[in-house]
């Protein structure tokens, strides 16, 4: 109200003094745009918290965006003519650069050759899965090196390289879109074909052709409606598509079920055959037959061989496979006691295969 009365004070003024220069529609004109610069003000006020923290928001993301990574995937390198799958880990010390202060693998060593499989044990936290990353390259060992086909990795294109390899992890990731289309995430532009035969190879094409639509099918997201099971062996396919010479399973089993793991672990089988296969597994019964099993602890490989020298050995190893043995043991009583209380006429599938997905 103070400001309006001095608008028409002053205007009143300038125009007994000043008329000349102005008229009564200038003095209107600037008591209007005070109100209703007055009356935004008073509505944006409450909300510059907001643009503060927008305008911070934004400076993070863009630090994101325009942030250099030390690892570039785009940069030229050299290429591997023939990827066999050889490859040498030699005392190779890492830690992760936001915990710098723990050692995450330490001395370690690892000659893998053509058409080998190696698994990797132990209890969490010992650096399996930081293996499997470090043979990919998202990071860079800190000592030692890493050679592949006897290059060492920091050489190579790193794009083509990763094109060589396929990885099947623990949850597998689907999206919303047709079974088929996921599938070919693996290599975008496969063909129908291509498409089938990696189904095939990763024992997924009879549940598919079953559907309704078949590989038309859609999925929801995260493959919503399909089980566990299923969800990991299209995933195993679209690893397979690309027809990697190295195959990287990252506890692709164990947050399966039993009949879930059993189909799954045979579609893995067959699919590291003829391939250099690097497996992280938490369920001791699924790496029975890999060539060289080395249990890691802290970082440090404490013991090396095929199953039953481990199992001889009387070892750290030993120990693992006694505790999960009689987890198992007890978990199969508790189950057949369920099934002696289950009501007459209730039915359970007795294969993960015969749960099937459809879309309406």
């Known amino acids: 109200m103070g400001a309006s009365a001095l608008i028409f004070w002053y205007g009143v003024k300038l125009l007994t003094t000043r008329g000349e220069n102005y008229t009564p529609g200038d003095v209107i004109l600037v008591f209007i745009n005070v109100v209703m610069g007055s009356v935004f003000l008073g509505n944006a006020l409450p ?92 990071y860079d060992p800190v000592e030692g090196e890493i050679r592949i086909e006897g290059i060492d990795i920091k050489e190579l294109d790193l794009k083509k390289l990763r094109n ?32 089938e035969e990696a189904a095939k190879e990763a024992n997924a094409h009879d549940f598919i052709c079953a559907l309704p639509e078949g590989y038309d099918t859609v999925l929801a997201e995260r493959g919503g409606g399909m089980s566990g099971g299923q969800k990991q062996r299209l995933a195993i396919a679209r690893a397979l598509i690309r027809k990697p010479r190295l195959l990287l399973l990252d506890e692709a089993t164990s947050a399966l079920d039993t009949r879930s793991e059993r189909v799954v672990q045979e579609a893995l089988e067959k699919a590291s055959t003829g391939r250099t296969c690097v497996v992280v597994a938490h369920r001791l019964t699924t790496v029975r037959h890999a060539d060289l099993i080395l249990v890691l602890e802290n970082g440090v490989v404490r013991e090396s061989g095929t199953h039953e020298e481990l199992v001889a050995q009387e070892g750290l190893y030993a120990a693992m496979l006694g505790n999960q043995n009689q987890m198992e043991a007890t978990k199969n009583e508790d189950k057949d006691e369920e099934e002696h209380q289950r009501p007459e006429g209730v039915w359970q599938a007795e294969d993960e295969s015969q749960v099937f997905f459809y879309h309406g």
Request: proline content about 6%.
């Open 164 to 195: 060589q390899i396929g990885v099947v992890q623990q949850e597998p990731v689907l999206f919303e879109g047709t079974i088929a289309d996921n599938i070919r995430l693996g290599k975008p532009g496969a063909t129908q074909e291509e498409i």
């Open 47 to 138: 909300n510059f918290q907001y643009f503060a923290s927008a305008q911070q928001s934004a400076r993070e993301i863009f630090g994101t965006i325009e942030r250099v990574p030390p690892i570039d995937k785009d940069s030229p390198g050299k290429t591997l003519d023939h990827f066999e799958g050889n490859i040498t880990v030699k005392n190779v010390k890492f830690l992760y650069p936001t915990r710098p202060d723990i050692t995450i693998l330490r001395n370690f060593s690892l000659d893998l050759k053509s058409g080998q499989t190696v698994a990797l044990v132990g209890p969490s936290g010992s650096g399996k899965s930081t293996i499997v990353h470090l043979l990919q390259r998202f």
